[in-house]
């Protein structure tokens, strides 16, 4: 049996060195392809959104090792296309009727193989995150909506990283994810909600408690959503959901977190407008 050489300080600070700046070089290319689609809005963005809720599937089907057949596959995709249409022409009931349905099918032609439920489980991730972002863009305020969740999960994610990789420490949960640690989580969260605060006070909105808190939410939303994409890949000894992104690995490893808080923000709005009436969507913290 051969054993492979460790590493070296140097070259192990070298490699992660490495990995930083091809991550980086990655989010320079995306992040101005993101921010004009939200900019854009409409017809644009919901595409968009459904493009990536397609892939965001694949790659999750990628990983559970199904659904059975190309055909299924297809309609499934195709299902939560149709989901994000119908909910981008105001029809959010049919949205979600769609989705339910898909869900539904699966399960019900899997019967209960193990597979079938992740495939339904997975269409509920992938098609809610994109019901949630164009219910978000598409309410009063809705661009600002969108770059105040992109700006916390940008903010999160990168300090994180940063963080974590500059003062190390106590690991946040090793058996699922060996490399994060408390230093790095507490860092962005703090940083996170540091981003949101800053948003709001740019975009001359009225910083309040409510501001505040969801930037909280969503910084937190941010790592548990990452925390659980990669317990998920672990499940199925697999390290990452594709290679579409360099750096990164799939769009499933790059987005975990922003799917998440994307549900978690939508759910906010919804309970706002239900409390706060008649200062609709996040208006009265943005």
């Not at 909506?145 to 420490?169: E, H, K, N, P, S």
């Not at 808190?213 to 990452?226: E, M």
């Not at 987005?255 to 009265?284: H, R, Y």
């Amino acid at each position: 049996m051969t054993l492979e050489p460790e590493q070296s300080p140097a070259s192990a600070a070298s490699g992660r060195l490495r990995d930083f700046y091809v991550r980086m070089a990655s989010a320079i290319v995306l992040i101005p392809f993101v921010v004009l689609i939200a900019f854009f809005g409409g017809w644009v963005f919901i595409f968009g959104v459904a493009v990536m809720g397609i892939l965001v599937f694949s790659e999750w089907c990628r990983i559970a090792g199904g659904p059975e057949g190309p055909l299924s596959g297809l309609l499934f995709s195709i299902t939560i296309g149709a989901a994000a249409l119908a909910v981008g022409s105001q029809h959010l009931a049919i949205g979600l009727a769609l989705l339910a349905l898909a869900m539904l099918v699966a399960l019900v032609v899997g019967s209960v193989r193990r597979p079938a439920r992740w495939i339904a489980a997975g269409l509920a991730y992938s098609g809610l995150a994109c019901i949630s972002l164009i219910v978000l863009r598409q309410s009063e305020g809705g661009i600002s909506q969108i770059y105040f969740l992109l700006v916390v999960v940008w903010a999160t994610d990168t300090a994180a990283y940063i963080v974590g990789r500059t003062i190390g420490g106590p690991k946040l949960w090793p058996s699922i994810s060996p490399k994060k640690t408390w230093s790095g989580s507490i860092g962005g969260l703090v940083f996170g909600i540091a981003a949101g605060i800053a948003f709001t006070a740019v975009s001359d909105a009225v910083l309040d408690i409510r501001a505040i808190g969801l930037a909280a939410l969503l910084s937190i939303a941010t790592q548990v959503g990452d925390l659980f994409e990669s317990a998920f890949k672990r499940m199925f000894s697999v390290k990452d959901s594709g290679n579409l992104i360099p750096g990164h690995g799939g769009i499933l490893d790059r987005l975990d977190g922003f799917l998440a808080a994307a549900m978690v923000a939508a759910a906010f709005w919804a309970l706002e407008t239900s409390l706060f009436q008649p200062t609709p969507g996040l208006k009265a913290g943005l």
